[in-house]
């Protein structure tokens, strides 16, 4: 199981209205962060070699990607980009914790 300080990754892969083969758009998408805009995408990927997490954009007409910005912690579910794609806003973890409790005489 992977914890909150490790997002779950998937693969973003893309089919034809009309039908026909699916084929990969991102290796790595974490936690759902993405967001479509008219030219592109906004994404945050598993973090780089050194943990470390970046927004990115993948330009659809080139296919080429680019770093928008660092952020300082894990990202959670929750990514969207403003309409005139001036402000992004995400979830990050803060914090991670959990309690174990005893409870007596349960039944």
């Known amino acids: 199981m992977r914890g909150l300080d490790r997002p779950a990754s998937m693969a973003l892969w893309r089919i034809p209205i009309s039908g026909g083969e699916e084929s990969p758009v991102l290796a790595s998408v974490a936690r759902r962060a993405f967001a479509l805009v008219n030219n592109g995408m906004y994404f945050i990927p598993e973090p780089d070699a050194d943990g470390k997490y970046f ?14 910005a660092s ?37």
């Open 71 to 107: 952020i300082p912690r894990p990202p959670m579910v929750g990514f969207s980009v403003s309409p005139y794609e001036d402000s992004i806003l995400y979830a990050q973890v803060d914090e991670s914790s959990s309690d174990l409790m005893l409870v007596e005489n349960f039944r």
């Open 55 to 68: 927004i990115q954009f993948l330009t659809f007409a080139t296919g080429k990607v680019k770093i928008v």
